[in-house]
């Protein structure tokens, strides 16, 4: 079945960063466009990164110039490198196949002094 892990969220200073990862697995990565989510307490969640089965990525006007995102075909993972982060960054961080119903458990990233 379909699984995706997220991992490397933590507890980091403002200004910052963190490097999340999101292994797959139960599908052929290669064929699927991929986003990251983040959802903050008592908000919606929201799409922050894309990047598609080709590597063009899209961004979130919040995290532009702070945030990249990349994949890994071969081992079946997508990363969001996570620069400058600031408290609004404080969230669960998911991963999402495009289109897909399926989501990981997510990753805690909490920005704060």
């Known amino acids: 079945q379909v699984q995706l892990v997220e991992s490397g969220g933590g507890l980091v200073q403002p200004g910052g960063s963190l490097r999340l990862s999101c292994a797959a697995s139960?599908?052929?990565?290669?064929?699927?466009?991929m986003n990251w989510y983040r959802q903050a307490p008592g908000k919606e969640r929201e799409l922050v990164a894309s990047?598609?089965?080709?590597?063009?990525?899209n961004y979130a006007d919040s995290v532009k110039g702070r945030f990249s995102i990349s994949r890994n075909n071969a081992k079946s993972t997508v990363y969001l490198q996570m620069n400058s982060l600031k408290p609004e960054d404080t969230a669960v961080y998911y991963c999402?196949?495009?289109?897909?119903?399926?989501w990981g458990q997510g990753t805690q990233v909490t920005v704060s002094p």
């Open positions: 999402r196949r495009r289109g897909r119903p399926e």
């Open positions: 139960g599908f052929i990565f290669r064929n699927y466009d």
């Open positions: 990047i598609t089965t080709a590597g063009g990525t």
